[in-house]
């Protein structure tokens, strides 16, 4: 390799661990520049053919950091759209996940690669999903196909241990014994077990399984968790419950028929409600609420990331806080402006407020760190581990203050009834994917 990368501490290691691991999930923690361990292996294995599915807010950033770091100098194509022709005479080939089922069979049949690289990969954990079915499926799937694959992700399992069956039961079917079966692997690892209406409901795994799940990962898993020199400030901020809100919670309680559901199950009730017309029109009076609460913080902080989850939500924060001259990146940006307005908010004095859409603004966004260390959530999607990944965004390499996170929630609400839960999940899930390696501070 020639000198374009110099490792920051612990990213050789990570180069070599992907190197000798020809199916890998590096899951080092955010921030950690998996982007660079990923390319230095590239490095040196002289790799020439690679095929790398990522977000779509993250296909730009591979194609610079290619540029920056690769040894060769790579013919790149980064795939636009449904209707572009696949460029055989290219070195990488750089996709996002939505267009791997328009693409799935022009790749199989036109390009060979050696390596096939994941981003981002616990976007491909759902067995019964078309793209992920494209990529780990035994005989026709894209990463089979490949000399080495590699996952990429800070957070491998993001709600409960089913998240790691796909990678699991296709390249290491050995080591989950008589679970290769996905039913199978839900009563075993899952904590599943069989509802009064004979529906099975996921509970959670018991020690015993959790632990077993840790050993497996081992073989194939590098997660390094390391000191920052910055420090976490989390907050739950309790917002009184208005009339207006408790007439919306109470006929949506009704319409779902909310006291059905049980401690185990309450999570079940997510997507129910997000389809649920009165359950945006209650994210709004949420956000409404907050404004006040934002303004006043921005009395004391130069500059604030505020994360939402509805569309009216954000709409509603745009409105309010039209005075900080707020940014905003949602699902409808595409990726190629959202660099241009992560700029903007780091640049420009003027562009107090940054408001970001959950599940678009929790992957990439690299930078914010240097410009910001306060972020509220104004609502929340219930995954903790998306949630870190948010507050990766200003909790990562740079970040030279302590990070306020505050998370906004109704006393005494259904959101709070179901974070509650939430963050229990997230206690599971840390006990499952916890590190492989610890990374020693030199501070």
Known sequence: MNDKITFKEGQKAGMEFLVSHATALLADDIGFGKTVEVIAALNYLKAKKILIVCPATMKDHWEEKLKEFADYPYRVQVLYGTKMKLDIAADVWILNYDLLITYYTRIKKQIRYGVSVYDESHRIKNMEGKRTRRVFHPKYGLAPRAKYRWFITGTPQQNRPIDLYPILSVFFPDLLGRATNYRT?????????????????????????????????????????????????????????????QALEDQQKQRVEYDKYTAENLMDIIPILNHQQLWHEASKLVAKQSLDHIKDLLTSVDKL???????????????????????????????RKRTDIKNAFITKPTHKVFIGQ?????????GLQYVCCNMVFVETNYSPKTIKQCVGRLAREGQKHSVMAQLLLIKGGISQDIWKLASKKGVVIDEIVKPTHQIESKN
């Open 185 to 245: 692997y839900q009563y075993k690892f899952c904590g599943a077990y069989d509802g009064i209406d004979g529906r099975m409901v996921l509970g959670f795994p018991s020690s015993r399984a959790k632990e077993d799940l840790f050993k497996m990962l081992k073989y194939f898993m590098l997660r390094r968790e390391r000191p920052r020199s910055h420090g976490l400030i989390w907050q739950e901020i309790h917002l009184e419950k208005t009339r207006e809100y």
């Open 305 to 335: 990331l505020v994360f939402a989850y509805h569309r009216e939500s954000i709409g509603v924060l745009l409105e309010g806080l039209k005075a900080y001259h707020p940014l905003v990146i949602h699902g409808g940006i595409p990726s």
């Open 358 to 366: 959950i599940d678009s603004m929790g992957e990439g966004m690299d």
